[in-house]
């Protein structure tokens, strides 16, 4: 649906942009913060300058489950679901190449190739409760005269959901009930994931500097199926008139006229699935000022998507002579026609600066990462539409700013063979004009199991407070606010990471 669509777009476009799930259980254990240390699989896609650390080849595994916990508060009204799913996070191996037996010059120059999995798309979310105040039918007049949309103004006229003000300029009119207590519940799950495959190079110069780079292949993988419904009563002729006097609901001759004053149940389905890949690259380097400092510092490019989308959209309505009524005197149901879609899209360029403090029997590591979201790009395929595209991206500027992301963790080493970790990760609200809270906080511990073998686990879990609207009316025309639900998401993830030095 118009509006809809253009902002489900601009919000794929963020979910392109971010990555909440990546490295292996180590980084994890240390809020992800990764800038300014080495040594570890995660480097080959944080900061591969952190390859010229390994003073042999290494390969790892790391495996988690995730259970995902949403509360939606709908005017007054909570609900709640859990999704949980198990995944293979990482998988990578570093071969180390010595290159200098003395202490000057290039010590080792070390290959690294990884698959890890940057993002999980499951999820549901769910809210409910009653509005008073409007419908979701003054956000379909809204698309109609906003975007021209004459197949959606049929669809909807034949729904009996819609008739046009006495003023034809000023487009159409809700026949559902904008002021009565109406049922809305909005139902969202999603499924899929984003994963990168990277091959990396690190090398160190004198056991003082490191430097590397990484080339990246994603993919990406989303599904969503989404229903709002709305359950409530459509006007009386009383309501109409008002709006047009001369309105076909008002003929008692008319087949429309039935349909006044009646109880409607009315759903609204939409099916999506966009898939795609891309390649990125990032180049690193770490200093070592002293022995016990790092400082480290990356530039991660934009990931260059190509996208494909395939939507399904349908609006069924139910009409009963009341609410205790059983059986519908009338169901019609309207499809919009399936729409394929296939563009380019540029996420934004990344800035990442980290410091790490090592002590005797342990480590301290922070980071700071830079990220402008409202340069977000979106490019059209086979053919160039400017205006289109500037529409775009003017959207996305409207929409998003630019955050920064902060990273810090620590490690103590408990015996020789135990150590433990803490960390946080703050991310900044990538919303121009909506509130969004998200931040996370993990603990790890890490065991050597013998002279090459290792074991990692670690329990991270992320909190994203943020508020969703279900439509978008405008809110002048019809004097009223556009409903808003809080969502309090919580994620809980156990991550376990097996490796083998040789």
Known sequence: MGSFTQAQTVQDALNLSQEFNKGTARFKGLGNANTA????????????????????????????????RNQGTFFGTNATRNKGRFNIDNAGVVFHFPKNEGYQGWQNFNVGFNYENTNNFNNHVLFEGVNPDNTIVSAYSDNI???????????????KLIDRFADAQDGYFPIT??????????????????????????????????????????AFRNEISDQFSEFGWTKTADNVRPD????????PTHENFRYLDKNYEMLDNRYQVSEGSGFDFKIG??????????????????TWYTVDTYTENDISV???????????????????????????QITPWKFGLGVSKFFSR???????????????????????????????????KDAYQSVVNLRVGGEFLFTNIISGRAGFNYLGNPYRDADNTQYSGSLGLGFKLSNTLYLDVAAVHFVNDYKVRPYTIAEEFWNTASPVADIKHRRTTGVLTFGAKF
């Open 362 to 396: 342990g480590l301290i590591t922070a980071d700071a990462e830079y990220v402008d979201y409202s340069t977000i790009k979106r490019r059209t395929v086979g053919y160039r539409d400017a205006s289109l595209e500037a529409d775009w991206d003017a959207d996305v």
């Open 244 to 251: 047009n006097p001369d309105s076909q609901f008002l003929d």
């Open 177 to 218: 009930n904008e002021t009565g207590n109406k049922d809305q519940i909005s139902d969202v799950l999603s499924s899929g994931f984003s994963s990168r495959s990277a091959v990396a190079f690190g090398g160190n110069y004198n056991n003082k500097f490191y430097i590397g780079g990484t080339i990246g292949f994603t």
């Open 145 to 159: 005269q906003n975007f021209g949309m004459s197949g959606l103004a049929t669809g909807l006229q034949g729904l």
């Open 37 to 68: 240390l080495g040594g570890d699989i995660s480097s080959i896609t944080g900061n591969p300058a952190g390859l010229g650390f390994f003073g042999q080849s290494d390969i790892s595994v790391t495996a988690s489950y995730n259970n995902a």
């Open 285 to 302: 380097a770490i200093y070592k000022p002293a022995v016990d400092w790092n400082i480290g510092a990356t530039i991660t490019s934009p």
């Open 318 to 344: 139910n009409y009963f002579q009341d609410e205790n009524a059983t059986t519908a005197f009338a169901n019609p149901r309207f499809q919009l026609a399936p729409y394929e879609n296939s563009y380019r």
